[in-house]
């Protein structure tokens, strides 16, 4: 059996990108993965600009302990100022263009207004440097610079910074299509009648739910007989307009079993089982398309995963080797999910010569809680934790020992 590690490093490697792209309103880029990179057309900010409501002032007229100031103009926000006189102040407020002639902002707390029979009035009690509390013209982004990189998974932040700089479009690559179907005679679907021996189908509502949240577009061809023949056929319809196929069930060794021989008979099996709790019998490989019609030409092949039937194992070796297997046909570079060290506030004496990844919880002194049923089939461990502990092969754990976390946010997007 491949360690984890391995079987990532495998998958990875054998990901070809997508290279279909296309463009869309910058509003609807949520979530997509960016084709190209992205420059700035401006500097941001776009001008010199107080972060301080306040008054802008020449530096060199401040002089302590205390000065007394005409009150020139008032410049809000996305107003343009006129050019500040030597001696005189300009009340302003933040986000406000600098006027010309003005080299520092003084805050509105140090200032002291009031109105004589001259006008408008400040006393500043304040001797600030050149440039206090102004930000300058391309502080945060220069005009030109590159803001976002190509293969970047946009997120609020990302799509901020592109509207920051104006760009109300953006090149992406074009949605993965991935296909799903489940084997298995005993699964039914929730308002079916649950006949005796059958169970809810959780892995169909669980998977597709984690492909939308990767932004993929979804064909279910929903349960399929457990036939050689169905499976086969199935895949066959699956390939033809679908970039990966993923199965839940079947990929083990037993008699009803199809899903191992019925890829190799359509396409190829490339990785089979993988030193992993829960989840070892896990499927990598390709399904063939059938020819073209109209060239005559081979159209390729779809990718093929194949997952464990068990919710939890399902969960998991999706979590740990599809996501970022999908990520990678995105063309997004960073794949791994982000890791913290925490205290275990558990006990686990005995090794498995598996890596495990053990449900684990947050608790309120910042350790980590285990929960008490690590069965591949307790769905409820997964709602009820915060994460996944990466526990390596033949590793025990003591109370209050460091372990390897991975939250469950991380693993999920």
Same mark, same amino acid.
Request: aromatic share 6%.
């Given at each position: 059996?491949?360690?984890?590690?391995?079987?990532?490093?495998?998958?990875?490697?054998?990901?070809?990108?997508?290279?279909?792209?296309?463009?869309?309103?910058?509003?609807?880029?949520?979530?997509?993965?960016?084709?190209?990179?992205?420059?700035?057309?401006?500097?941001?900010?776009?001008?010199?600009?107080?972060?301080?409501? !306040?008054?802008?002032? +020449? =530096?060199?007229?401040?002089? *302590? @302990? /205390?000065? $007394?100031?005409?009150?020139? &103009?008032?410049?809000?926000?996305?107003?343009?100022?006129?050019?500040?006189?030597?001696?005189?102040?300009?009340?302003?407020?933040?986000?406000?263009?600098?006027?010309?002639?003005?080299?520092?902002?003084?805050?509105?707390?140090?200032?002291?207004?009031?109105?004589?029979?001259?006008?408008?009035?400040?006393?500043?009690?304040?001797?600030?440097?050149?440039?206090?509390?102004?930000?300058?013209? !391309?502080?945060?982004? +220069? =005009?030109?610079?590159?803001? *976002? @990189? /190509?293969? $970047?998974?946009?997120?609020? &932040?990302?799509?901020?910074?592109?509207?920051?700089?104006?760009?109300?479009?953006?090149?992406?690559?074009?949605?993965?299509?991935?296909?799903?179907?489940?084997?298995?005679?005993?699964?039914?679907?929730?308002?079916?009648?649950?006949?005796?021996?059958?169970?809810?189908?959780?892995?169909?509502?669980?998977?597709?739910?984690?492909?939308?949240?990767?932004?993929?577009?979804?064909?279910?061809? !929903?349960?399929?007989?457990?036939?050689?023949?169905?499976?086969?056929?199935?895949?066959?319809?699956?390939?033809?307009?679908?970039?990966?196929?993923?199965?839940?069930?079947?990929?083990?060794?037993?008699?009803?079993?199809?899903?191992?021989?019925?890829?190799?008979?359509?396409?190829?099996?490339?990785?089979?089982?993988?030193?992993?709790?829960?989840?070892?019998?896990?499927?990598?490989?390709?399904?063939?398309?059938?020819?073209?019609?109209?060239?005559?030409?081979?159209?390729?092949?779809?990718?093929?995963? !194949?997952?464990?039937?068990?919710?939890?194992?399902?969960?998991?070796?999706?979590?740990?080797?599809?996501?970022?297997?999908?990520?990678?046909?995105?063309?997004?570079?960073?794949?791994?999910?982000?890791?913290?060290?925490?205290?275990?506030?558990?006990?686990?004496?005995?090794?498995?010569?598996?890596?495990?990844?053990?449900?684990?919880?947050?608790?309120?002194?910042?350790?980590?809680?285990?929960?008490?049923?690590?069965?591949?089939?307790?769905?409820?461990?997964?709602?009820?934790?915060?994460?996944?502990?990466?526990?390596?092969?033949?590793?025990?754990?003591?109370?209050?020992?460091?372990?390897?976390?991975?939250?469950?946010?991380?693993?999920?997007?």
């Amino acid at each position: 059996m491949l360690s984890v590690q391995q079987a990532l490093d495998f998958l990875l490697t054998a990901a070809r990108p997508v290279t279909d792209t296309e463009v869309i309103p910058t509003l609807a880029a949520n979530g997509r993965v960016l084709a190209a990179d992205q420059s700035s057309l401006l500097n941001v900010p776009p001008m010199d600009n107080t972060s301080m409501d !306040g008054y802008a002032v +020449r =530096a060199a007229d401040c002089v *302590l @302990p /205390a000065v $007394t100031m005409p009150v020139s &103009q008032r410049i809000p926000a996305g107003h343009v100022g006129q050019a500040l006189q030597p001696g005189t102040a300009a009340r302003i407020f933040t986000g406000a263009m600098i006027p010309a002639g003005a080299d520092a902002v003084v805050m509105q707390e140090m200032c002291e207004f009031h109105k004589d029979e001259a006008g408008d009035r400040v006393t500043i009690r304040h001797s600030p440097q050149s440039g206090e509390w102004i930000r300058r013209a !391309g502080e945060d982004i +220069r =005009a030109g610079s590159v803001i *976002l @990189p /190509a293969g $970047t998974r946009l997120r609020a &932040q990302e799509l901020g910074l592109a509207a920051s700089v104006g760009l109300a479009s953006l090149p992406v690559v074009r949605r993965l299509r991935a296909a799903v179907f489940f084997t298995g005679d005993e699964l039914a679907m929730p308002g079916e009648e649950l006949k005796p021996g059958a169970i809810y189908n959780s892995n169909r509502f669980t998977l597709r739910a984690l492909l939308e949240n990767l932004g993929c577009e979804i064909a279910d061809y !929903g349960i399929v007989p457990d036939t050689l023949e169905a499976t086969r056929d199935t895949l066959r319809r699956a390939a033809q307009d679908n970039d990966l196929i993923i199965t839940s069930g079947g990929v083990s060794v037993g008699e009803e079993d199809h899903i191992k021989p019925a890829v190799e008979a359509e396409g190829r099996l490339n990785m089979w089982q993988i030193a992993v709790k829960p989840g070892k019998p896990l499927a990598f490989g390709e399904v063939n398309r059938q020819q073209g019609q109209e060239q005559g030409a081979d159209k390729g092949a779809a990718w093929f995963l !194949g997952l464990p039937g068990n919710p939890v194992s399902s969960l998991v070796t999706f979590m740990l080797f599809v996501r970022p297997f999908i990520l990678r046909l995105q063309g997004v570079d960073k794949v791994a999910p982000q890791a913290c060290m925490m205290r275990a506030d558990f006990e686990w004496p005995k090794a498995d010569r598996r890596n495990e990844f053990l449900r684990a919880r947050i608790n309120d002194s910042g350790g980590l809680d285990l929960f008490p049923n690590q069965s591949s089939g307790v769905l409820t461990s997964t709602v009820w934790g915060d994460g996944l502990v990466d526990n390596p092969a033949g590793t025990t754990i003591a109370r209050g020992d460091s372990v390897r976390f991975l939250p469950f946010h991380s693993l999920l997007y």
